[in-house]
């Protein structure tokens, strides 16, 4: 027998009381707040090293340029051979190696270029 509200409806009827929504973690969020998400996009030779055209690394807070390239290479050990020479850029601006880096930071990196 279904149960009844005071009121004669059956407890079916009554609408459940709304539960907080929990907060939704943006792309932007890493799962360990002590960590930076880095958008990293491979050039032309080191393109090809890694085969991809881009990939996100987590860093720690107060990476630098040369942190988030240590970490590259241990992905792509064969960027390796680049590294002294690579162009870097940090969120379309050339930057140095002693740069750091913040959460959503685009990073190119890029073997120099030659021609005649």
Request: hydrophobic share 40%.
């Amino acid at each position: 027998m279904p149960r009844k509200r005071t009121d004669g409806k059956p407890a079916a009827d009554r609408a459940k009381p709304a539960r907080p929504a929990k907060a939704a973690k943006s792309a932007g969020e890493s799962a360990c707040p002590s960590r930076i998400k880095v958008q990293v996009r491979y050039y032309q030779r080191v393109r090809e090293i890694a085969g991809t055209q881009a990939e996100t690394h987590f860093v720690d807070m107060n990476s630098t340029v040369a942190d988030l390239l240590a970490a590259v290479v241990v992905r792509h050990p064969r960027v390796l051979e680049f590294s002294p020479s690579l162009l870097v850029a940090v969120n379309a601006s050339y930057a140095e190696r002693n740069a750091s880096l913040a959460d959503g930071d685009i990073v190119d990196l890029m073997p120099p270029v030659s021609g005649g």
